[in-house]
Structure formats: structure tokens, C-alpha cells
């Protein structure tokens, strides 16, 4: 079961001013705490960004790539499925670049719950899915598509057509995502 892990790093960060994935925690940008988290647990990692991150985070060991020209913009789900375009495998771990909280012990409980009778499996935390640290199937790429080509670029439409397995996380932290400054200087520091 080849797994590839798909970093997503192409948003504009407006409401944080600045790229996400550059932003510091302990002097370590955003971005390499989601690459850590999946290094260890799959085949190979995709990150979908923009050249200037690549220009600043020129990593080895790590695929990059940009959105597909025409969904360039259109959110995560543009950039999953520019991934899955590029790159098959039977299994994509899905992971933010702006989580500096994640940590490879759930990215482990997410593969370990992989069952090709789902085309997803997607944690839950307090009630809330969250389907930016999610595992998905290949088979999703042609759901992913028909959302593209109907313009619905929330994640959610996307779970609605799914076979989901939702798995009961407790631990908060990890899935804490940092979208404001506001939310930096209270969590970062």
C-alpha cells in the first residue's frame, strides 16, 4: 500500500498577512512540522505551494509542486487533487502547512485506521470533522474533480459524496490551525 503525504501550502495567508508555512514556532517555519509528522509514516510527501515557499524552504527529500493552472486559488481541495494528478498511490495523508501543533503520533493513528472500503477517513475532534488531516483514497480524485469542474470548492461537499470512516480524536492541540496574527501571538508567542 504505497501512501503519499500531501502538504498543502498554496493558500494566499490573507488574513495572516504573510505565508503561513513561513512562520515560526521555536525558530522551525510551520511548514516542517507537517513534513516531520508524515516523514517517518509515508512513501513520499508532496507539497503543494507556491515557488517563493520553495525559493525559502528548499527542502530534500520532498516533491514539489504548484496547483493545477486552472484551479490555482480554488483552496485545498485544488491542491489535493493537483497532488493525486501528479502522484498515485492507494492512500494520501492530507496536512495543513499552518498545524505547528501536529505530531507523527496522529498521523499513525490515521494510517492505522486505513480500509478500502472508505474513501476517506477523517478525524473528529469535539464534534468538529477535520478534513485537512485526513487520509483519502485515490478513488476520491474523481469526486474531487467533479466538485472542481461545479465550482463547490468546500471540503465538505466533498466528504457529503464520500465513504467516510470517522475515528474519535481527543488531544486538541494538534489540530489547532494558526490563521491570524491574533492567533499566532496567543499560541506562538
Not at 495567508?13 to 503561513?20: H, V
Not at 499513525?108 to 478500502?116: I, R, S, Y
Request: proline residues 6%.
Amino acid at each position: 500500500m504505497k501512501t503519499i503525504g500531501i502538504v498543502l501550502a498554496g493558500g494566499q495567508s490573507k488574513r495572516f498577512g504573510e505565508p503561513k508555512a513561513l512562520a515560526l514556532r521555536r525558530g522551525k517555519p510551520f511548514l516542517l512540522y507537517s513534513v516531520e509528522a508524515l516523514h517517518p509514516i509515508v512513501d513520499e510527501i508532496v507539497i503543494v505551494a507556491q515557488r517563493c515557499i520553495q525559493k525559502k524552504l528548499p527542502l530534500q527529500d520532498v516533491l514539489w509542486i504548484e496547483d493545477e493552472p486552472q484551479y490555482k486559488g480554488k483552496g485545498p481541495l485544488a491542491g489535493i487533487y493537483s497532488a493525486i494528478a501528479h502522484h498515485e498511490a492507494t492512500w494520501y495523508i492530507v496536512l495543513p502547512c499552518d498545524t505547528p501543533f501536529i505530531h507523527k503520533k496522529i498521523i499513525n493513528k490515521l494510517k492505522e485506521q486505513a480500509d478500502d472500503s472508505f474513501d476517506v477517513i477523517v478525524p473528529r475532534v469535539n464534534g468538529r470533522l477535520q478534513p485537512l488531516i485526513a487520509m483519502y483514497h485515490y478513488r476520491v480524485k474523481s469526486l474531487i474533480y467533479n466538485c472542481l469542474q461545479r465550482e463547490e470548492y468546500r471540503m465538505h461537499t466533498l466528504l457529503s459524496a464520500c465513504r467516510a470512516k470517522h475515528i474519535e480524536m481527543t488531544e486538541e492541540l494538534p489540530f489547532m490551525n494558526i490563521n491570524t496574527k491574533e492567533q499566532f501571538h496567543k499560541w506562538i508567542g
